[in-house]
């Protein structure tokens, strides 16, 4: 085969090279402390390149697509954008065919390169640690980027963890794969890059390294993935810091603090209504999108499909579109919360399960993290609405809003620990660690065994016999 050789020839430079930086056995990660540091900064250098490429990219297309064309601006987080309000839709007509069309090319983009690159890219990083961590293309990652930009720049619901955590877990992944990194330390490989990925574009390393462990089971953490998780979240996060800054992304807010226990009964409740949204959110978002795909049409095509339908209800409910997180910050203003119509504060959280199950569970290419902390915030604030003027509730409405983002999504993600840190890393505020831990265990009790993320694993016991049977199935397969 033509070039063969060739590649070949540099898959065994490369393996020289890891050689000398990847533990040979599972158990050698304690003994070879050293070579996972260096490893873990690679793979740090490759997260946070991939995340300025992939934010770069979805900033020029919202500008282009969403606002350019479509003439609606999306209000902004303090950290992306100054917390500007956003403005009207100027050609209301246009919003449609703008959400539409990019989800179409996005789609067909797909479903001729890389299939693997549809949905929501967290997932499909977990399935690849449990199963084949070192098999990804590396041609997804390239079509996760476009494809992610397409859908969420112009209008489509999603998140931008997923794309990140994929698209540097498929670097990573292709990389142990031609270096024939051992199948442990692959999982342990693609695990950090996974978190490197979500820790470099939510500004949240500790969180992000914390998500990398928690994701892979729904009751259970991967400690051996811990410590690369660090390193490399760390080094992503400086890497995509050092072109985009350091500021969190709802700005430093040091001024809101917990200071009644009574206050405990409504974060109580909140955590509660937020069980109730995040339940509804994985349900409608696997069932809905099940019967999507039964829609008689071809696979590259049903996302705009989607799409058309998302501009139209992002009409009605503007924060249906894109990321969401500008609406987030303006619900964290009481005088706004106060003023806006209470209809609209209640429609945001089901406009937002709605529209990211039309995005994403159509097959279009985004993350399912960054709205379900969307609604989960605009749940909290619209319980703060409701018992506004009570005994023990705030005068603002961030802390329900920050509790409520905690509670939902750590319920369905099964990863509180992460959630609760990464949540407090993007407002600079830990003193509602308390009420959060109060609201997050009775969301986990609603939520139950539901779960946002369907390649998880029980837990590490699952983990090893499926492991050992794969170990088995290796060897037992005929040689030559």
Not at 172 to 181: E, F, K, L, P, T
Not at 311 to 326: E, F, S
Not at 409 to 433: C, D, Y
Request: with cysteine; glycine share 16%; net charge positive.
């Amino acid at each position: 085969m033509p070039g063969g050789p060739r590649r070949r020839r540099r898959g065994a430079r490369l393996r020289a090279v890891l050689r000398l930086l990847v533990p040979r056995r599972p158990k050698a990660l304690r003994d070879s402390l050293t070579r996972w540091l260096f490893f873990g900064v690679i793979i740090g250098l490759i997260a946070g390149a991939g995340a300025i490429v992939f934010y770069w990219c979805l900033g020029h297309a919202t500008g282009w697509l969403l606002v350019g064309v479509g003439g609606y601006q999306p209000p902004t987080t303090v950290g992306e954008g100054g917390g500007l309000p956003g403005g009207g839709f100027t050609r209301p007509w246009a919003i449609p065919l703008v959400t539409c069309g990019g989800a179409l090319a996005a789609g067909l983009l797909v479903a001729a390169v890389a299939p693997e690159a549809k949905g929501h890219g967290t997932d499909a990083a977990i399935l690849a640690v449990h199963h084949e961590p070192a098999s990804l293309r590396g041609r997804v990652a390239a079509v996760k980027v476009v494809a992610s930009s397409l859908v969420i720049g112009s209008g489509g619901s999603g998140g931008r963890e997923g794309p990140t955590a994929q698209i540097s877990a498929t670097v990573v992944s292709m990389i142990c794969g031609r270096a024939r990194v051992p199948r442990p330390d692959a999982r342990i490989a693609v695990s950090a890059g996974m978190a490197a990925g979500i820790g470099a574009i939510f500004r949240a390393p500790l969180g992000g390294a914390l998500l990398g462990a928690e994701l892979l089971y729904r009751d259970d953490l991967e400690a051996d993935a811990i410590m690369p998780s660090l390193v490399s979240s760390i080094t992503a996060y400086a890497v995509f810091g050092a072109v985009y800054g350091f500021h969190p992304i709802f700005g430093t807010m040091s001024s809101i603090t917990f200071s009644h226990p009574g206050a405990l009964v409504w974060f109580a409740a909140l955590g509660a209504a937020a069980g109730v949204a995040g339940r509804a959110y994985a349900g409608l978002f696997h069932g809905g999108g099940a019967l999507l795909r039964r829609i008689p049409v071809p696979a590259g095509v049903l996302p705009g499909l989607g799409g058309l339908a998302v501009g139209l209800l992002g009409l009605v409910v503007p924060a249906a579109l894109g990321t969401g997180y500008g609406w987030v910050q303006l619900e964290m203003d009481a005088d706004w919360v106060m003023a806006a119509p209470l209809w609209l504060i209640l429609a945001i959280p089901p406009a937002k399960i709605v529209s990211t199950t039309l995005s994403i569970g159509s097959g279009g290419s985004g993350g399912v993290f960054g709205p379900g902390m969307v609604i989960g915030g605009c749940a909290g604030a619209a319980v703060w609405r409701l018992l506004a003027g009570l005994p023990w509730v705030s005068a603002s409405p961030a802390p329900y809003v920050i509790v409520g983002m905690i509670a939902c999504f750590g319920s369905i993600a099964h990863a509180p620990l992460g959630v609760m840190l990464m949540v407090a890393e993007m407002t600079g505020n830990l003193s509602l660690l308390a009420p959060a831990m109060i609201a997050v265990a009775v969301a986990t009790l609603v939520a139950g065994d539901r779960s946002i993320y369907v390649n998880q694993l029980e837990d590490r016991l699952e983990a090893r016999a499926l492991y050992a049977e794969q170990a088995g199935a290796v060897d037992r397969a005929p040689r030559g």
